[in-house]
């Protein structure tokens, strides 16, 4: 009787990535590469076609975060495993992840040498142990001051090089109520400028420079 084959989908819009990645599957005995896409869309549209074992998801896509796709697959299908591959280790992209679904995150430069024993525990229902650097960080998110939805969207805007004025004519909201979020915001990152704001807070994976 012929083994089954753990079938994958590789989600990243970086082509060299994911011809490393099918490389690497190509040569397992029990895995093969059912399918790619290298967008949110594409990756749900293709999830659903070919109902793959394991997912391997990139959380920056060329339309969306993949958050967004980990969360609609798994709405479509809550069994699904999905594997964050990724360069982003701060501790608010690992929590987001996690919470949205992900069975396992993994960091790209832990590939190939973790990568094939960790498809393999997943689809087997084991939960992979987390880098120690990793789940360090998740374990300081949990005590550490959270920002709300709508400190981070001004967290981004004050990235953006945008002065509270600004901020509150994007947002529709009073410029003292930009004043007021711009200062939890400093306090609750335990910093004294803005520029530190933004360091910390891509750093933490709170915000992404270049979206």
Known sequence: ?????????CVDDHPI????LAAIISRQPDMMLVAVADSVETAISQFAAY???????????????GIDAIHAI???????RIIVLTVH???EDIYRALQAGASAYLLKEQVPDELVHIIRQVYCGE????RPDLRERLVKRSVAPVLTSREIQVLE????????????????????????HVKNILAKLEV??????????VRRGLIHLGE
Request: glycine share 6%; net charge positive; aromatic share 0%.
């Open 17 to 20: 990535v994911t011809e490393g």
């Open 127 to 130: 939960v992979p142990s987390m």
């Open 192 to 201: 004294s400028d803005r520029s530190a704001a933004i360091n910390v807070g």
């Open 89 to 91: 280790q701060g501790d």
């Open 51 to 65: 109902a793959p074992d394991i997912t391997l998801m990139d959380l920056r896509l060329r339309d969306r975060n």
């Open 1 to 9: 009787m012929t083994p089954h084959l753990i079938r994958i989908l």
């Open 74 to 80: 798994r709405r479509q299908s809550p069994d699904a």
């Open 157 to 180: 805007l004050v990235s953006r090089g945008l002065r509270n004025k600004e901020i509150a004519a994007v947002l529709g909201i009073s410029n003292e109520t930009a004043r007021v």
